[in-house]
């Protein structure tokens, strides 16, 4: 009788762990705001001015730690914005960039 019992346990067992890792997924992106990740940016030739959010930061090649979220990115000579959301840490973002 014993054994029947815990047959009968363990689906509710399954069931609440399964709701607890559906609610931890869940609420990971929340904490994106509070991940920092170090962003490098390289240029060729070096030297190129690195701004971010549309402020100056240094020259290439350049090291910075940005927090996780929605970023501005402007591209001269155009000057168009594109708001980056890079949640996984995976974001490469490549451009050829004419000298003034």
């Known amino acids: 009788m014993q054994s029947r019992t815990l047959k009968q346990a363990l689906p509710q067992r399954k069931t609440a762990h399964r709701r607890a890792i559906w ?4 609420l990971l992106p929340l904490t994106c705001d509070f991940v920092h990740r170090r962003m490098t940016s390289h240029s060729d ?3 190129a001015q690195v701004l971010l959010e549309g402020e100056a930061i240094g ?3 350049k090291s910075s730690v940005v927090t996780c979220g929605p970023h501005m990115k402007n591209e001269p000579p155009v000057r168009s914005t594109q708001d980056i959301l890079d949640r996984a840490n995976t974001l490469r973002q490549g451009a050829q960039l004419d000298a003034e």
């Not at 609610?23 to 869940?26: R, V």
């Open 23 to 26: 609610i931890l997924l869940f």
């Open 59 to 61: 020259f290439t090649p």
């Open 45 to 47: 030739p070096p030297g």
